[in-house]
């Protein structure tokens, strides 16, 4: 160990052990009690996640956190533009098509959340109607609004993609339920006008969080993950 680098406090056993159980307990909640996070809390979410790495050490994430009346204006505003069947206005392209497995992915974890909540197969309406779900933040007391510099491309919004994760894990270790969400960014240019960003910001993404409502059904199932050996290819020779 070198001089830069102190004693960890925590045995490697607790270490990995800590890290896993975060991982493997966080789920994207989607029911929230309307309780506030103090402040503090989410201070201590956001200076752990700071620590993110990113390309060049440039840490283009920026995060705007909309609660109480202000989420209530923003909420108001995307619902009213998401219900009105306005097109899509992404900042970065969303995926084109999804086919073979991760097309299978995405219908396993659709109709995990679809027949949680009752929702028979092929009803397009409910369907809507839950995706609109999105658009109140589920319930949740705060949102947060990720956001890049233009000029840094893709790979700020990659950058920006670890931050998310670590928010995620800080939240969870603390206590706190949280989504991410793409279907926020659908409405890039809402938000950029509804907070005034600078002409050269990009929506990412939003993550609504709180505390979870851990009664509620829709908080009940748990999505799986594909093995090691389907994702990780060892070259020893
Ligand atoms: C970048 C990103 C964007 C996402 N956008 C949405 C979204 O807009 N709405 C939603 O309900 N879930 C969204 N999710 C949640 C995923 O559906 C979820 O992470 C995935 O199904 C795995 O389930 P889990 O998070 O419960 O482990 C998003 C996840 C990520 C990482």
């Known amino acids: 160990m070198d001089a830069k680098t102190p004693s ?12 896993e159980e975060l991982l493997n307990e966080r789920y994207s909640v989607r029911a929230f009690l309307p309780r506030e996070v103090p402040r503090e ?4 979410v956001l200076n ?30 995307i619902y009213a533009e998401a219900a009105s069947g306005a097109g899509d206005d992404h900042d970065f392209a969303p995926p084109r098509e999804y086919v073979g497995v991760y097309l299978q992915r995405r219908r396993e974890s659709g109709f995990q959340l679809y027949n949680t909540l009752g929702i028979a197969r092929g009803d397009k309406a409910a369907y809507a109607k839950q995706a609109l779900e999105n658009y ?24 920006c993609g670890g931050y998310v994760s670590n928010f995620m894990l800080a939240a969870q270790a603390l206590g706190l339920g949280t989504i991410p969400q793409a279907a926020l960014a659908r409405h890039s240019g809402l938000i950029r006008r509804h907070f005034n960003l600078p002409d050269d910001r990009r929506v990412v993404c939003g993550i609504s969080f709180g505390y979870a409502d851990h009664d ?22």
Do not use: M
């Not at 490697?12 to 052990?17: L, N, P, Q, Y």
């Open 8 to 19: 960890p406090r925590y045995s490697t056993e607790d270490r990995i052990g800590v890290l």
């Open 41 to 44: 809390i989410i201070e201590h």
């Open 48 to 77: 752990v996640a700071q620590r993110t790495a990113s390309w060049c050490n440039s840490q283009p994430w920026q995060v705007l956190i909309a609660s109480g009346e202000a989420k209530e204006r923003f909420r108001k505003s």
């Open 136 to 159: 109140n933040f589920f319930g949740a007391p705060h949102v947060a609004i990720i956001h890049t510099n233009e000029p840094l491309g893709i790979y700020g919004a990659i950058d």
């Open 216 to 237: 509620h059904k829709v908080n009940s199932y748990r999505t799986s993950r594909a093995t090691v050996a389907d994702a990780v290819t060892f070259l020893d020779e």
